[in-house]
């Protein structure tokens, strides 16, 4: 069997050195801290002699949330504390809920112990663990196993470790990692400062257990898929529980910036449904080649040409449109001269047409007159007027007149 003990200040400041003299024990559960800001008044010391010891390191917090907050606090509180020691736990980090914890928020809050309340505390703190890069389990008895857990809780978290008080017996009544089976003398286990928890790992368990690494020790957006619909509304519920603000599309998850802290709390619960994850940078736009770059300027050139070419046809065709119009305008001109030509010649035609009536109506009047001359000449004769009779001269003048014409 493989043997250990857990320890907290009650123990003397010789008790890991003892035990680990001792040679019976394997491992050592310290209580790091009580609370989310109380550390074990002896826990530099354990600290100190853990590191020379051989002993497997693990820890525990005596919790006294009374919300899902507190028991996120403890647990952040608890990590925080391990972490200004340079020795990673190789167990499990341990949630320790109890009589004095139900006692506590009784008196404090008047709050009452409800299976609701225990273990909504206990899920807290876990997955706060888990998500800092380390393995959760929980302490409790068959009392508190019974009334406030029952086996359906550990159903649902098969990853706790379960560190199960169960004294006086020969074997434990419930499945667990680890079986505390007595609590008195601790001699047999080379301790001198009286008694001391006595435990014993069931199974092939004591393995190394190195924390979770972050992708990163900066802000980082996470890319989390491909991943069917019903893990990323599980992971959705996950991230934006956290703060974190998150998109979806196409089975995968973009995440807003991501603390280091709670990368490894993303990841956990990836790792849990088989869903992968990475660092998700910014898309970049494809860097040209030096023939790209050359194409590409030929190309623009080709645009330039060509652009030239046809503001150069569009040009000309607006000289033609100037042209056409400048035609158009002769061409009116052109008809409306035409036509007053031709008014103009309608009207001399005509003219022409009544001078020549009026020239033809002289010349007939003309020869009507002669005729009349001769016959008064013939009558003047014939009555051998005298030349100087008046009315012979006004003829005689009329006559020369009607030549003259």
């Keep these: 069997m493989i043997y250990g003990n857990d320890i907290s200040h009650h123990q003397s400041e010789k008790a890991v050195r003892e035990i680990a003299a001792g040679g019976k024990s394997d491992f ?3 209580r790091a801290t009580i609370g989310s800001y109380t550390v074990d008044k002896k826990l530099d010391i354990f600290e100190r002699d853990i590191k020379d010891s051989g002993l497997k390191n693990s820890y525990y917090c005596a919790s006294y949330s009374a919300s899902r ?30 009589y004095f914890s139900a006692n506590y928020i009784k008196e404090q809050f008047g709050i009452d ?32 196993w019974d009334r406030f857990y029952t086996d359906a809780f550990f159903r649902m978290h098969p990853d706790y470790k379960i560190w199960y008080a169960r004294p006086g017996y020969s074997k ?16 047999d286990f080379g301790y001198t400062g009286g008694d001391l928890d006595k435990n014993i790992l069931m199974g092939d368990y004591l393995v190394e257990i190195e924390p979770m690494k972050p992708l990163s020790d900066q ?5 989390i898929g491909y991943a069917s619909a019903g893990d990323i509304k599980k992971l959705v519920m996950k991230i934006e529980g956290l703060g974190i603000a998150c998109e979806t599309a196409d089975g995968y998850i973009i995440t807003g910036p991501v603390s280091r802290g709670d990368q490894c709390y993303i990841m956990v619960d990836c790792n849990a449904l088989g869903v992968p994850y990475e660092i998700y940078t ?13 194409l590409k300027a030929e190309m623009a050139q080709m645009e330039k040409n060509h652009e030239a070419a046809l503001i150069g046809c569009f040009e000309t065709i607006d000289g033609y449109v100037r042209d056409i119009h400048l035609l158009e305008g002769q061409k009116i001109q052109l008809q409306e001269k035409l036509t007053v030509a ?64």
């Design 219 to 223: 802000l980082i957006r996470m890319k």
């Design 113 to 144: 112990t409800t299976p609701q309340l225990v273990q909504g505390v206990t899920e807290a703190f876990c997955e706060r663990i888990k998500a800092l890069g380390y393995t959760a389990g929980v302490y409790l008895n068959k009392d508190y």
């Design 342 to 405: 031709q008014n103009t010649a309608e009207i001399a035609r005509n003219q022409m047409m009544e001078d020549s009536a009026y020239i033809q109506r002289l010349k007939i009047e003309n020869g009507v007159l002669k005729e009349t001359i001769v016959s008064l000449q013939e009558k003047a004769e014939e009555t051998q007027l005298p030349k100087e009779n008046l009315l012979v001269r006004i003829f005689e003048k009329f006559v020369n007149w009607l030549k003259g014409v």
């Design 69 to 98: 907050e507190d028991a996120v606090a403890e647990a952040e509180f608890l990590v925080k504390t391990l972490e200004k020691f340079d020795n990673k736990p190789e167990l499990a980090v341990f949630f320790d809920w109890e």
């Design 28 to 30: 050592i559960i310290v």
């Design 172 to 187: 434990p009544d419930k499945p667990c990692d680890i079986w505390q089976y007595g609590s008195d003398n601790g001699a």
């Design 282 to 294: 910014e898309p970049q736009p494809p860097q040209e080649c030096e023939s790209c770059k050359e």
